[in-house]
């Protein structure tokens, strides 16, 4: 059987005062407001003095509720670091835990941040824009499938060493190629920490995919290296003997065995999508793009971003 709780009206708050000047005992004063004793005696005691005003019980019981933890505490400050948050590309669940993590002066949670960015866009505001957009959906691909390509001698992803596979350590990396206009990308990710790198290739050859993929990795913790099928990778050999580091493949048309690297395309795809002239691209802003990638907390790193996880430091991004 459930209950329902309702706070004391102001007028129950004066039979109360009345009921006690009257002589009435607190037993047949909460039978007279067809309550419980106990929330008397709850009423009484948070208000102590002499007699009990009704009027001033009022007042204290709107500033307990007004003050409540659950009660949303909006505030200009609050509304400024979400402002900002969302510029930084940030979704509200990850403004709500990062706040959680930094702060102990401001809180909101993830449908607050929703709410408000509802009530924004049905008042003329246009804060919405600034959340991720649903990708295209999926479709199935008919027919027969066949190989992109065969390298001799390459090693299967069922081969990769355990510690790989678990995301126990640094330096094991996945790679792709994200395709462009006047220009493609060569992405990596290490696999524990989600930490993106990314390089500006003219054309898809396998020698410039190459010698990206090596410079990309030069100064990196590198164990293993996860690579779909793409004929841009099939100088693998040249990677593993330049970089000491050991080139796996994935199985063909399965991309969810290099999770993490599609996730992050996915993610730059929100900075540059497929019609995006990558010529108009330099370094310097490719490198900006990539770095406020690696700056934004991470649900499966527990709220902390991956530059935190990689260089194991912490730091302040909300505030």
């Given at each position: 059987?459930?209950?329902?709780?309702?706070?004391?009206?102001l007028a129950q708050?004066y039979?109360?005062q009345?009921?006690l000047?009257?002589g009435?005992?607190?037993?047949?004063t909460?039978?007279?407001?067809a309550?419980?004793?106990s929330t008397?005696?709850?009423e009484?005691?948070?208000?102590?003095?002499?007699?009990?005003q009704a009027n001033?019980a009022?007042?204290a019981s709107?500033?307990r509720?007004?003050?409540a933890?659950?009660?949303?505490k909006?505030?200009?400050?609050?509304?400024?670091c979400?402002?900002?948050?969302?510029?930084?590309?940030?979704?509200?669940?990850m403004i709500?835990?990062?706040?959680h993590l930094e702060?102990?002066?401001?809180?909101?949670?993830?449908?607050?941040?929703?709410r408000w960015?509802?009530?924004?866009?049905?008042?003329?505001?246009?804060?919405?824009?600034y959340?991720q957009?649903?990708?295209?959906?999926?479709?199935r691909?008919?027919?027969?499938?066949?190989?992109?390509?065969r390298?001799?001698?390459?090693r299967?992803?069922?081969?990769?060493?355990?510690s790989?596979q678990e995301?126990?350590?640094?330096g094991?990396?996945?790679?792709?190629?994200?395709y462009?206009?006047?220009?493609?990308?060569?992405?990596?990710?290490?696999?524990?920490?989600r930490?993106?790198l990314a390089?500006k290739i003219?054309?898809?050859t396998k020698?410039l995919?190459?010698?990206?993929v090596?410079?990309?990795?030069?100064?990196q913790?590198?164990?293993?290296?996860?690579?779909?099928?793409?004929?841009?990778?099939?100088d693998?050999?040249?990677i593993?003997?330049r970089?000491?580091?050991?080139?796996?493949?994935?199985d063909p048309y399965?991309?969810?065995?290099?999770?993490?690297?599609?996730n992050?395309?996915?993610?730059?795809?929100?900075?540059i999508?497929r019609?995006?002239?990558?010529?108009?691209?330099?370094?310097?802003?490719?490198r900006?793009?990539?770095?406020?990638?690696?700056?934004?907390?991470?649900?499966c790193l527990g709220?902390?971003?991956?530059?935190?996880?990689y260089?194991?430091?912490?730091?302040?991004?909300?505030?």
């Amino acid at each position: 059987m459930s209950t329902t709780y309702r706070q004391l009206t102001l007028a129950q708050r004066y039979q109360i005062q009345s009921d006690l000047a009257a002589g009435f005992s607190v037993t047949e004063t909460a039978t007279r407001l067809a309550c419980h004793r106990s929330t008397v005696y709850r009423e009484l005691k948070r208000c102590p003095g002499s007699g009990y005003q009704a009027n001033k019980a009022q007042q204290a019981s709107q500033h307990r509720r007004r003050n409540a933890a659950k009660h949303s505490k909006f505030s200009l400050d609050l509304w400024r670091c979400i402002r900002q948050a969302l510029k930084r590309s940030f979704s509200p669940a990850m403004i709500s835990h990062r706040l959680h993590l930094e702060s102990s002066r401001l809180s909101v949670s993830t449908a607050t941040v929703y709410r408000w960015l509802r009530w924004d866009w049905q008042h003329g505001g246009s804060w919405y824009c600034y959340l991720q957009r649903a990708m295209r959906p999926y479709r199935r691909t008919y027919g027969q499938r066949s190989w992109r390509s065969r390298y001799d001698d390459h090693r299967s992803i069922h081969e990769r060493p355990v510690s790989a596979q678990e995301r126990g350590r640094l330096g094991d990396w996945e790679g792709d190629t994200m395709y462009g206009k006047q220009g493609h990308l060569v992405t990596l990710v290490d696999r524990k920490s989600r930490f993106v790198l990314a390089k500006k290739i003219a054309l898809r050859t396998k020698k410039l995919t190459t010698e990206a993929v090596v410079e990309m990795l030069k100064d990196q913790p590198r164990h293993t290296l996860t690579l779909d099928n793409g004929v841009e990778f099939a100088d693998h050999k040249l990677i593993e003997d330049r970089t000491a580091t050991e080139v796996y493949f994935a199985d063909p048309y399965a991309s969810w065995q290099r999770g993490s690297n599609e996730n992050a395309n996915g993610r730059l795809r929100r900075f540059i999508p497929r019609s995006t002239d990558l010529a108009k691209y330099s370094s310097q802003k490719l490198r900006r793009i990539v770095e406020r990638l690696n700056h934004q907390p991470r649900k499966c790193l527990g709220w902390r971003s991956s530059y935190e996880v990689y260089y194991g430091v912490s730091v302040a991004l909300m505030m």
